[in-house]
């Protein structure tokens, strides 16, 4: 998963409101089909999550990553080293514990979603049925959907502060002259707007974005992290840096 900007976020949340009036607009003409444009709810909300959670990879052109694959290779590794490096970073669970969280939270919140549906809407579909009410037909189908979206909005919103501080963490890659291709990641050089992070007692490399607006750490573990460090700093940035 990848941090997701304030800009990026905040429309993925308009579009959830489009579509929370449209089928409150539904319900209120035809409650009949309250169960399908549930269903439809739902769908449509995990298609927004995981849009969210779409890897940069897709933001490449398919000419870029070409253009980066054709170059020279200078450094791969492999997803089972990576793995049993990973396995090895005792701290890493310490700095996961957010994001656990988090996946705890949606799986809540599934259950009480869930639950809503069938306790609120029993109650909405009894009122249809008052003439009296007609007024307030659309109000209170609108608010069966904005309270459980209300409550995804905020534990996405925690979750993405959360993905803001970690590291991406790919299973596997390889770095060529032109760039870094990793799962779900796509780096082209010259890579001036990273710094290079090096821990050798975890095994690990971290480029960190500069830009404030779109935060980005990308962590690639590896069994000589001393030589990644020293092909980044050559081989990626416009000048050559010192690798010492």
């Known amino acids: 998963m990848a941090y997701q900007d304030k800009k990026s976020f905040a429309l993925y949340q308009v579009y959830g409101q489009i579509m929370i009036l449209v089928l409150a607009a539904l319900n209120t003409y035809y409650p009949q089909y309250l169960t399908y444009t549930f269903i439809a709810f739902l769908v449509v909300s995990m298609i927004f999550t995981f849009s969210r959670m779409r890897s940069q990879l897709k933001g490449s052109s398919p000419e870029q990553l070409k253009e980066i694959r054709e170059s020279k290779k200078i450094y791969e590794?492999?997803?089972?080293?990576?793995?049993?490096?990973?396995?090895?970073?005792?701290?890493?669970?310490?700095?996961?514990?957010?994001?656990?969280?988090?996946?705890?939270?949606?799986?809540?919140?599934?259950?009480?979603?869930?639950?809503?549906?069938?306790?609120?809407?029993?109650?909405?579909?009894?009122?249809?049925?008052?003439?009296?009410?007609?007024?307030?037909?659309?109000?209170?189908?609108?608010?069966?959907?904005?309270?459980?979206?209300?409550?995804?909005?905020?534990?996405?919103?925690?979750?993405?502060?959360?993905?803001?501080k970690f590291a991406q963490i790919p299973r596997s890659y390889a770095l060529f002259?032109?760039?870094?291709?990793?799962?779900?990641?796509?780096?082209?050089?010259?890579?001036?707007?990273y710094e290079v992070k090096l821990d050798s007692k975890r095994k690990f490399v971290e480029l960190v974005s500069k830009d404030e607006k779109k935060p980005q750490r990308v962590r690639l573990y590896s069994s000589q992290p001393g030589e990644l460090f020293r092909?980044?700093?050559?081989?990626?940035?416009?000048?050559l840096k010192n690798t010492e």
Not at 177 to 193: F, H, S, Y
Not at 232 to 238: G, R
């Open 177 to 193: 002259e032109r760039g870094l291709v990793a799962q779900g990641i796509v780096i082209k050089t010259p890579m001036d707007n």
């Open 77 to 164: 590794e492999e997803s089972s080293e990576v793995s049993r490096l990973i396995a090895l970073d005792a701290q890493l669970t310490q700095e996961m514990k957010p994001l656990a969280v988090s996946s705890l939270l949606s799986i809540f919140a599934i259950a009480a979603i869930l639950i809503w549906y069938q306790v609120y809407f029993s109650f909405a579909s009894s009122l249809t049925g008052d003439s009296s009410l007609n007024t307030f037909k659309f109000p209170i189908f609108l608010a069966g959907y904005e309270v459980p979206y209300a409550l995804m909005a905020v534990i996405s919103f925690r979750q993405n502060r959360a993905l803001k």
């Open 231 to 239: 092909l980044i700093n050559t081989h990626c940035f416009s000048t």
